[in-house]
T-cell receptor, first 112, second 114 residues
Framework: GQQVMQIPQYQHVQEGEDFTTYCNSSTTLSNIQWYKQRPGGHPVFLIQLVKSGEVKKQKRLTFQFGEAKKNSSLHITATQTTDVGTYFCAGRITGGGNKLTFGTGTQLKVEL | DAGVIQSPRHEVTEMGQEVTLRCKPISGHNSLFWYRQTMMRGLELLIYFNNNVPIDDSGMPEDRFSAKMPNASFSTLKIQPSEPRDSAVYFC????????????FGQGTRLTVV
């Protein structure tokens, strides 16, 4: 079945440092979404990418969808303590309907 | 809209008991997803419905798990009999349309089977 892996599994950074998480799918995706889950909370939608090679920015966050539509990345510039949480990618495979499969997640901790 | 509503928020039950988790999706949404989250396995998709019809239940662990969606505003996930390894946070999520739409998650039900 479809697998969506993320690396790293955990990341500790000092406030102000950059952070990147990578998402890789075993199958081609029709689109990729990113979610953030705060400790004790539920996943909250951040953004969706649809086109091959697409890049989107939200303030300090930059999202990229690979040319082959099988990988994606999230980069945070100058992390802040409010960025703490687990970041998930989630993808729909081409021809897979509305089935949304989540990646394994990257847990980010930011220290002062 | 109040968002996706799940109940109960917490459930502690003894092994062998039946457990029923409930979900009310956002009004107007026609896709509903049940996920299970554990430290070991992350966020697993158990089953999803489109227009109240189960489309993919390949993630349902075994026959002890069953899910229903009798109408557009209500879904249940039942575990019978429950086992300690079922302990997890169960999330319900809903979305509008079939593709290219975000999923809205409920607060989750934390299930502990002792």
């Amino acid at each position: 079945g479809q697998q969506v892996m993320q690396i790293p599994q955990y990341q500790h950074v000092q406030e102000g440092e950059d952070f990147t998480t990578y998402c890789n799918s075993s199958t081609t995706l029709s689109n990729i979404q990113w979610y953030k889950q705060r400790p004790g909370g539920h996943p909250v939608f951040l953004i969706q990418l649809v086109k091959s090679g697409e890049v989107k920015k939200q303030k300090r966050l930059t999202f990229q969808f690979g040319e082959a539509k099988k990988n994606s990345s999230l980069h945070i510039t100058a992390t802040q303590t409010t960025d703490v949480g687990t970041y998930f990618c989630a993808g729909r495979i081409t021809g897979g309907g509305n089935k949304l499969t989540f990646g394994t997640g990257t847990q980010l901790k930011v220290e002062l | 809209d109040a968002g996706v509503i799940q109940s109960p928020r917490h459930e502690v039950t003894e092994m062998g008991q039946e457990v029923t988790l409930r979900c009310k999706p956002i009004s107007g949404h026609n896709s509903l997803f049940w996920y299970r989250q554990t430290m070991m396995r992350g966020l697993e998709l158990l089953i999803y419905f489109n227009n109240n019809v189960p489309i993919d239940d390949s993630g349902m662990p075994e026959d002890r798990f069953s899910a229903k969606m009798p109408n557009a505003s209500f879904s249940t996930l039942k575990i019978q009999p429950s086992e300690p390894r079922d302990s997890a946070v169960y999330f319900c999520a809903s979305s509008f349309g079939r593709l290219n739409t975000e999923a809205f998650f409920g607060q989750g039900t934390r299930l502990t089977v002792v």
